[in-house]
């Protein structure tokens, strides 16, 4: 049988296989789905959907204001008559109603 004079595989088997298991760990550990690349990722897109959390908290406090100028408790009257007329359309007999854009 031939052998090579040097090589004794069953002695640098065990070394080679942590040597693959350590490279294929630390291409994990930072291309992989959980992977250092993978969060630098999942920080831009929370950045990006902290500005829209911000815009729809703005929008629903604006909303909430307009709702607190109709209730019960406080109506004012001057936001209800622009409610009616945007919304309905109603305004008195000889009244015209021109929109203008803000």
Known sequence: MF???HIDLK???PAAG?????TYLAFHAFSG?????SWMSYADDAEVLQVKLETHISHRETL???VDALSNESLDLDALEIEVRKNLFVS???EVTIWLDP
């Open 11 to 13: 002695r640098r088997a």
């Open 92 to 94: 008195d007999v000889n």
């Open 33 to 37: 789905s959980q992977g250092v690349l």
């Open 3 to 5: 052998r090579l004079p």
């Open 18 to 22: 942590l040597i693959v298991l350590y």
């Open 64 to 66: 909430e204001a307009q």
